[in-house]
């Protein structure tokens, strides 16, 4: 596609259940970046992948998260047992390489944990 | 203390005035430095980005970077009602990390007409 794609676009889920939220990056881009934007924040890291891998998650804040890029495109970004916390837009990027200083954003997913 | 700095704003300017949106920073192991901007409901779009300290222009924007006092600066000359948006400083710092970007809070900038 013409942009990094995220779906669904918003997400209301209950407390304690499980979602997936999915990135399909530029076609190309081997880097792909997850962060998490709160409401009047900027957006914070948590996992990249270079290719298949993931090359940091740091950014996880604990074991709830788990993302997956198992062909080197697509990602899922997977929260187990979500608290009302959790609720943000998710936002996925891609780059070339991840050494581009270019990372394309997606709109994101609004996720809203009632 | 954030890592990152910045104003939240809001910042209310007329049209064609010289906008200053700044950040400052404590890691000294930051090495690039970047300006993004984000419309409402949108993600963030790289306005621009710089590795060392000194002005970068593109347009009627300037970033600025000043490494010994940890202070970045993006200034929007001759503004419009179409720069209004959230702008975001974000930096990184290369190496194995290179992907992991921090950004400051984001400054609300409304121009009017």
């Known amino acids: 596609g013409a942009g990094v794609s995220q779906t669904p676009s918003n997400k209301v889920t209950e407390k304690g259940k499980y979602v997936e939220l999915r990135c399909d990056p530029i076609s190309g881009h081997t880097a792909l970046y997850w962060y998490r934007q709160s409401l009047g924040q900027g957006p914070e890291f948590l996992i990249y992948f270079q290719g298949t891998g993931a090359a940091d998650d740091s950014g996880l804040p604990n074991d709830r998260f788990f993302a997956v890029r198992p062909e080197g495109s697509v990602s899922t970004l997977k929260i187990q047992r979500t608290e009302r916390g959790d609720s943000a837009v998710y936002l996925c990027?891609?780059?070339?390489?991840?050494?581009?200083?270019?990372?394309?954003f997606g709109q994101g997913t609004r996720l809203t944990v009632v | 203390q954030k890592e990152v700095e910045q104003d939240p704003g809001p910042l209310s300017v007329p049209e064609g005035a010289i906008v200053s949106l700044n950040c400052t920073y404590s890691n000294s192991a930051f090495q690039y430095f970047m300006w993004y901007r984000q419309y409402s409901r949108k993600g963030p779009e790289l306005l621009m980005y710089t590795y060392s300290s000194g002005n970068k222009e593109d347009g009627r924007f300037t970033a600025q970077v000043d490494k010994s006092s940890k202070y970045i600066s993006l200034f929007i000359r001759d503004s419009q009602p179409s720069d209004s948006a959230t702008y975001l400083c974000a930096m990184g710092e290369g190496g194995t990390s290179y992907g992991k970007l921090t950004f400051g809070q984001g400054t609300i900038l409304t121009v009017h007409p």
């Open positions: 990027a891609s780059s070339l390489q991840a050494g581009s200083t270019e990372a394309f």
